[in-house]
């Protein structure tokens, strides 16, 4: 079974992945952490009951 990260996969499957996600690229732990950065800043005090996607615009698509 193989599991949801790129380490154990051929470069064409890496690149059928890449290819589902409008960015292109696979996200990074930067691109996270700025995420839970801005959630626990001043900058979301009016933020109630969202969502925060972060997945380069998979979910979009």
Same mark, same amino acid.
């Given at each position: $079974?193989?599991r949801?990260? /790129?380490?154990?996969? #051929?470069?064409?499957? !890496?690149?059928?992945? /890449?290819?589902? !996600?409008? *960015?292109?690229? +696979? %996200? #990074?732990?930067? @691109?996270?952490?700025y995420? =839970? *950065? &801005? /959630? =626990?800043?001043?900058?979301?005090s &009016? $933020? #109630? %009951?969202?969502? /925060? +996607? !972060? @997945? %380069?615009?998979? #979910? =979009?698509?």
């Amino acid at each position: $079974m193989r599991r949801g990260g /790129l380490e154990n996969q #051929t470069p064409e499957e !890496i690149q059928e992945r /890449l290819n589902q !996600i409008p *960015l292109g690229r +696979v %996200g #990074t732990t930067e @691109d996270i952490s700025y995420g =839970a *950065l &801005f /959630l =626990a800043s001043d900058e979301s005090s &009016f $933020m #109630t %009951g969202s969502e /925060l +996607v !972060i @997945d %380069g615009g998979y #979910t =979009a698509k």
